[in-house]
């Protein structure tokens, strides 16, 4: 009995040793549970190699997971690289979500889904001639943005193009704004039409039926009646010229002006003046015997003219008169007197006698005047002196060599804006010994026209600034607007100015005293066009052009007598429609530059409600969570983490909702939102 006490108390001893020995193995060679964590993609063609940073370790492969081991409980933080390029190199997907964290073991999957996004280019046809919105970038396949084109001054929208007409959807390729939904790569071309403006000139003066004609941009055009008109042409500024128009016996009808440019659009029309002329000759009796001033010879001369005209002695001829062929259309005013001036009212001749003789050895010089108001002070500079009267005539005696000469000018009335100047022909001159006895000055009254324009600074302007204008003749004028400013009308200060066209940009005037002749402009106007895409027929909806309110239940709201310039502009942002869904602007404001940008398209894209819950045990989250709204056709990434012993069992959702799908049973998943509803996250 000893012996067996003995031997099980031994046995037990090993046993217990035993039994030690084992659970101190144990402890030392038992690892740490691990655990295995997946990144999942969708969307991605099958072979397209992506690429998943997790916990620091970078993982690329081709299949439609990549895998990370050996991971103990805790959080952790991944990045998915995005976008991934694809073949042809114009395509690429984009991941919803590049980055998020999750806590291991209670969520061990990630579902990233990939978008396709298509490479689409913007441009305009001819260049420079316009832009074109939003511009190239990449789009997402299937997305409907809004597209814009502004015209450049001088060009309009004519219409939209594709590369590829099977890559896109242009809903109205007509309108300068729309919107295009994307389904492919190419490109977009806003076309450009260069504008054309009708240009016209007016002549005043000519008998009626007279034929004239205008070279304008180096094409000529030929008129019978008052006005050329050119056809239309672009902007720029065109070069013009208009000939004189020459008829029978002798007669002449000269253009003023008769050459210029018209900077269109800002001036497409243009007055001519045409002046009646006379051919008058000058000539000398016996022939050859002395000279003339104007010389010997036949020229056209303006009705009217007060023609100052000279005899000059030679060595064996002495001037001895003046003759006219037609006393009534040809008067001279002094007949005796070498230098004097003849009144233009019609064609003839006038002659200069000479008798044979030899010139004076101490000569006498008589300068005269015509045009001056009786007592008007005048003078002449003559060989260095000073000589002044207010009478007729100045006589210089004892003159035994030749000198220069000058009259004085121009000489004041004593009244405002008014003055005479002597005309070119005898303003100055050299008077040669022994020529002639007497120098005649006319002198031509002249009236200060002021030109204005209104709004002063508006930076528009005329073609000829303020001047001295001779009594009695006609003019013209032309007014040039800017981008910012067009032409209204004319207005005299006063009826010293007498407007042929005051409604027109280039007008004739005749002057009859001083006066202010004012080019008024005003700010154009255009219309800015919104049209919406996108809302239910019928719903009202507005948009805010720089702080006033405008609605519409029709997709236009056309803003009328919108002043040139740039706009800030906001449209309506949400659009409720009941049970869950609103429709929400994608672009709520923008600016807009009037008028080269005169629509603005404004796309309303489809929001459902959806409310993410968790269900079943307290203690498991979701992402997302909450209440919001969500575009139409949305990839959402769902993820539900388990809490402390609670795992996620299922996701769930209201029959109303209908078509919102998913895979049920994983933890990480995404859904497609397309209606209104609730997603429940289970955990059990």
């Known amino acids: 009995m000893t012996k067996n006490w003995r031997f099980w108390a031994a046995l037990t001893g090993v046993a217990i040793v035993a039994l030690m020995l084992g659970n101190l193995g144990t402890g030392l060679v038992s690892a740490t549970t691990t ?34 081991s050996g991971l103990s409980a805790g959080s952790y933080c991944y990045t998915v690289t995005s976008p991934v390029s694809g073949s042809p190199s114009t395509t690429r997907y984009a991941a919803y979500s590049t980055y998020g964290c999750i806590t291991v073991p209670n969520q061990l999957t990630v579902t990233d889904p990939f978008t396709t996004q298509y490479s689409v280019t913007f441009g305009v046809t001819p260049v420079s001639s316009g832009s074109a919105y939003p511009g190239t970038n990449w789009y997402t396949n299937d997305s409907t943005i809004e597209i814009q084109s502004a015209a450049t001054y001088g060009y309009a929208f004519h219409d939209w193009t594709a590369t590829k007409t099977s890559n896109f959807v242009l809903a109205v390729p007509t309108r300068a704004a729309t919107e295009l939904t994307v389904l492919g790569t190419g490109t977009v071309t806003a076309h450009f039409n260069a504008t054309k403006y009708a240009t016209t000139f ?13 070279v304008y941009g180096g ?15 672009g902007a720029g500024s065109i070069a013009w010229t208009v000939a004189s128009v020459a008829l029978p016996h002798g007669v002449s009808y000269a253009a003023s002006p008769a050459s210029g440019s018209m900077s269109v659009p800002y001036l497409t029309t243009q007055t001519i ?5 006379f051919s008058v000759t000058i000539a000398t009796n016996p022939a050859s015997s002395g000279s003339t001033t104007p010389g010997v010879g036949s020229a056209y001369y303006t ?92 006589a210089v005696t004892g003159l035994t060599a030749a000198a220069s000469w000058s009259a004085y000018s121009p000489l004041g009335s004593g009244q405002y804006g008014v003055q005479y100047y002597p005309e070119s022909q005898t303003a100055s001159g050299y008077w040669y010994f022994g020529e002639t006895a007497s120098i005649t000055f006319v002198y031509v009254k002249e009236y200060y026209v002021t030109m204005a324009v209104n709004p002063q600074y508006s930076g528009a302007g005329v073609s000829y600034g303020s001047g001295w204008y001779v009594a009695g003749s006609q003019s013209t004028n032309s007014a040039v607007g800017t981008a910012s400013y067009k032409f209204s009308s004319w ?14 940009a280039s007008t004739a005037f005749t002057v009859k005293g001083p006066a202010t002749l004012t080019a008024n402009f005003v700010v154009p106007t255009a219309t800015a066009h919104y049209v919406e895409y996108g809302l239910p027929k019928g719903t009202t909806w507005g948009v805010s052009l720089s702080g006033q309110n405008y609605y519409s239940a029709s997709p236009w709201i056309n803003v009328t007598g919108v002043p040139y310039g740039s706009y800030g502009w906001s449209a309506s942002t949400t659009m409720y429609g009941g049970k869950g869904v609103q429709w929400d602007a994608l672009d709520t404001s923008g600016g807009i530059a009037v008028p ?34 969500y575009l139409g056709n949305t990839i959402l990434p769902l993820m539900a983490e388990n809490g402390t012993g609670v795992p996620f069992s299922a996701w769930s959702k209201t029959v109303t909702t209908g078509t919102i799908t998913f895979s049920s049973t994983k933890a990480s998943t995404y859904v497609t939102i397309d209606g209104a509803g609730t997603v429940t996250g289970t955990f059990t």
Do not use: M, R
């Open 35 to 68: 655990y295995s964590v997946a990144i999942n993609e969708t969307g991605l063609p099958s072979g397209t190699s992506w690429t998943a940073v997790f916990n620091g370790v970078t993982n690329s492969g081709t299949g439609t997971s990549l895998t990370y």
């Open 202 to 214: 007016t002549e005043v003066g000519l008998p009626t039926g007279t034929a004239w004609s205008v």
């Open 219 to 233: 094409t000529s055009y030929l008129s019978s009646t008052s006005t050329v008109a050119t056809g239309s042409h």
């Open 273 to 277: 003046v045409f002046v009646k002329q």
């Open 303 to 394: 009705n009217g003219t007060n023609l100052p005209i000279t005899a000059w002695d030679s060595g064996t001829w002495q001037f001895s008169g003046w003759s006219s062929s037609n006393a009534a259309i040809l008067g001279i005013n002094s007949k005796t007197t070498a230098g004097t001036n003849a009144t233009i009212a019609g064609t003839g001749t006038l002659t200069a006698k000479f008798v044979s003789g030899t010139a004076c050895t101490t000569c006498s010089l008589t300068f005269y005047e015509v045009g001056l108001p009786t007592g008007t002070g005048w003078g002449v500079g003559f060989n260095g002196n000073q000589y002044t009267t207010k009478n007729g005539s100045i």
């Open 491 to 504: 207005t005299a200060s006063n009826a010293n100015l007498t407007l042929t066209a005051a409604g027109k």
């Open 596 to 629: 080269t940008e005169a629509y603005v398209a404004v796309v309303y894209a489809k929001e459902f409600q959806v409310t993410f819950q968790t269900g079943g045990t307290v203690g498991g989250t979701i992402s997302p969570s909450g209440t919001a709204y």
